[in-house]
């Protein structure tokens, strides 16, 4: 079965604190991955995805198949971080997507 | 980035009325749309894939006749409510996509339904 899991429901950190936002999937063919994020009042957009290897915001995640899992991470987080990040799998012609990590970073 | 628009933000209706969502693409043209429901402090629940011109194709568990979707058009797709209850009442969110990068959606902001 294709599913994505984002173990965690709430991160907090403080300003300047390492991030690391978990995501672990399952799926049977070769995967496709993203992270979507939502800032507060706003609409659900892409942050990055794991093809093109980019570093978004300072975010990057890497996708690991051996442990299935595309874990984002931030060397420093800042307090306009603090938002929903939902991690996101490509099935045929569509997403799948967790059940999202609210991030909140205190100053 | 691509900009979809919904209408309405927000609708009120009472038990047993019909209500239509309105998806569109402001600037570029969306060959696949999607569905999307949100539940309180839950994930996006995609509910039905549409593209241009032919029948949606709706997850397991989404009555067709009761969510009935439309896309006319390139740039338009409608979700209609019909006969809508209570238990209707949550976050309904449009995605749109191209024709190459189908897996790169742009959401549109959501339409907050409550069914009195």
């Known amino acids: 079965a294709q599913r994505v899991t984002q173990p965690e429901k709430l991160l907090s950190v403080f300003k300047g604190a390492p991030v690391e936002l978990k995501c672990n999937y399952s799926y049977s063919g070769s995967p496709e991955l993203f992270w979507y994020v939502q800032y507060s009042r706003q609409r659900l957009q892409l942050l990055l995805r794991?093809?093109s290897r980019e570093s978004i915001k300072g975010f990057t995640a890497d996708l690991n198949k051996g442990e299935t899992s595309f874990h984002l991470k931030k060397p420093f987080a800042q307090e306009e971080d603090s938002a929903m990040y939902y991690c996101?799998?490509?099935?045929?012609?569509?997403?799948?997507f967790g059940t999202g990590t609210r991030l909140q970073v205190f100053p | 980035g691509a900009v979809v628009s919904q209408h309405p933000s927000r609708v009120i209706c009472k038990s047993g009325t019909s209500v239509k969502i309105e998806c569109r693409s402001l600037d570029f043209q969306a060959t696949t749309m999607f569905w999307y429901r949100q539940f309180p402090k839950k994930s996006l629940m995609l509910m039905a894939t549409?593209?241009?011109?032919?029948?949606?194709?709706?997850e397991q568990g989404v009555e067709k006749d009761k969510f009935l979707i439309n896309h006319a058009s390139l740039t338009l797709s409608t979700l209609t409510v019909t006969s809508a209850h209570p238990e209707d009442s949550s976050f309904y969110i449009c995605?749109?996509?191209?024709?190459?990068?189908?897996?790169?959606?742009?959401f549109g902001p959501g339409t907050r339904l409550t069914v009195l």
């Open positions: 794991h093809i």
């Open positions: 996101a799998l490509t099935a045929t012609d569509k997403l799948i």
């Open positions: 995605s749109a996509s191209g024709r190459e990068d189908w897996y790169e959606q742009f």
């Open positions: 549409s593209n241009e011109g032919s029948k949606a194709t709706y």
